[in-house]
């Protein structure tokens, strides 16, 4: 939830921004008139800026929208905030004299606005969680077929307007209005599988949901609940005397008490959300650990133990050229924890190949040949980890960094707050006189420089960069959700 304090706070947050971006300077974002806030927009900025801008200042979403349409926004109050342009990209936002926006009897309320400008988040949280499954006490949100649900609002009879807010429609205060029904209100949406934040606002108050115990922190002093939109059933056969049945994998750290099956219709079933990518999983019915007898997918986890294995997304091959006359291939990673005995290559007739899948991420591996530990020779990306060096695996890159001009250079290293600053990731590669490597980033906002030579350089095709402690600059990237 994004309470909206009072416009005081907006003063230490003019002294604590630090954004530096050309042509985007949060601390001439906002200055304050008689006691309203007057901000400096520009439409050059790209979403994530705004975004920015509209959590540094505590503004609503949709207030950013409207502006940045030149259109005047009212909040539930009645007060409008005005636009006016000053040159061909930029423009003032501010509030009409009156009541201050920071008023105490305003500061828990949110703005109530049409905001049909913003745009709907597609996708949930698939990346950062490996699993889950929802903790309702009443059935409040149901998942129809596929990726519709329909969350459930009971009772609340004298409300006169109910909307639904949360990740999945960038926490638009008026674009999923709940329609009223006997017992309470209800709302029916589209999700892509994955992880979501919600809350209710109730006659424009903020409102959680009782009935789910999942929650997490909102950074206002609250909290917010979660839920899953699932992708994934596990189905157990049989065993109909049995007590307890249980599943337990490599997506919840092989946790034998957690996630318990429920009986129905002579079968054993869990539905929950599996993040993309290749997991290992076992069945435990009253205390005995046996693999899906339904899978015929089993490999070995180098305990002498076999473990059952499903795969979530597109399937990439790992391929090996030549070495006709090994005995023994593996593939292993920080994928699988550098499992040394679980994932055996395929002979082929030009070498080795294993089919997996994987997430989207970067991903470092190497080829186990008969006890011996190689990279592989056709992938030109190489990672550092002291002395040891890995090849490298981004799997659906969202972006890839490219250098040019330093054609003549014997290594160029990209390197910057996505990898912590290490000096000896990532290797680029070099193709037709132009310097590449492909990286997946989470949206939001990146420093980094480029190392040619031992030389440290700004990316000279980049004009976005900020000021560092030494002085010297760093590139700015901005990744996009």
Not at 234 to 261: C, I, T
Not at 274 to 299: C, Q, S
Not at 370 to 377: L, N, T, V, Y
């Amino acid at each position: 939830m994004r309470t909206r304090c009072a416009w005081m706070f907006v003063l230490f947050l003019l002294v604590a921004a630090t954004i530096a971006h050309a042509q985007y300077d949060p601390k001439k974002v906002c200055r304050i008139e008689n006691g309203n806030p007057v901000f400096l927009l520009d439409q050059r900025w790209t979403k994530a800026q705004r975004r920015e801008i509209a959590k540094m200042f505590n503004l609503d979403s949709a207030v950013v929208s409207r502006a940045f349409a030149l259109k005047p926004v009212i909040n539930d109050s009645g007060r409008v905030w005005k636009t006016r342009k000053i040159d061909a990209n930029r423009f003032e936002l501010s509030v009409e004299p009156g009541k201050p926006a920071g008023s105490e009897d305003s500061k828990d309320k949110i703005f109530l606005l049409d905001d049909q400008l913003i745009t709907p988040a597609e996708t949930g949280d698939r990346a950062s969680v490996p699993y889950g499954v929802n903790k309702l006490t009443r059935n409040t949100i149901v998942q129809l077929s596929g990726e519709r649900l329909r969350f459930f609002l009971p009772g609340q009879k004298n409300a006169k307007r109910i909307y639904l807010s949360g990740s999945f429609n960038a926490w638009s205060t008026l674009q999923t209005p709940m329609q009223s029904c006997d017992s309470g209100w209800t709302v029916t949406l589209k999700l892509k599988p994955g992880k979501y934040t919600y809350k209710y606002i109730v006659d424009g108050k903020w409102t959680s949901d009782s009935f789910n115990k999942l929650r997490e922190n909102d950074a206002n002093h609250g909290y917010n609940n979660v839920f899953f939109c699932y992708n994934y059933k596990f189905v157990l056969n049989g065993y109909p005397d049995a007590h307890k049945v249980l599943v337990a994998g490599s997506f919840n750290q092989w946790n034998k008490e957690e996630l318990r099956m429920v009986r129905f219709r002579g079968s054993w079933v869990l539905n929950l959300f599996l993040r993309e990518g290749t997991h290992a999983y076992k069945f435990i019915v009253d205390g005995e650990w046996t693999t899906d007898p339904a899978n015929k997918v089993t490999r070995p986890d180098g305990r002498g133990n076999l473990n059952s294995f499903l795969g979530i997304g597109d399937t990439l091959f790992f391929m090996l050229k030549g070495y006709p006359n090994a005995r023994k291939v593996i593939v292993s990673g920080n994928f699988n924890e550098w499992n040394q005995e679980e994932l055996s290559m395929s002979k082929t007739r030009g070498g080795w190949q294993l089919p997996y899948v994987l997430a989207p991420g970067g991903y470092d591996y190497k080829f186990i040949v008969d006890g011996e530990w190689i990279i592989d020779p056709s992938n030109p990306y190489q990672v550092s980890e002291g002395n040891e060096i890995n090849s490298y695996l981004c799997v659906k890159p969202d972006y890839w960094f490219r250098l040019e001009q330093h054609s003549d250079a014997d290594k160029a290293i990209v390197t910057g707050s996505f990898n912590n600053w290490n000096t000896q990731n990532y290797r680029m590669d070099l193709r037709q006189g132009t310097w590449w490597f492909p990286v997946y980033l989470k949206p939001g906002k990146y420093t980094y420089k480029f190392i040619v030579d031992n030389k440290w350089i700004l990316d000279p095709s980049n004009t976005l960069w900020e000021d560092n402690e030494y002085g010297t600059g760093n590139s700015v990237l901005w990744i996009e959700p």
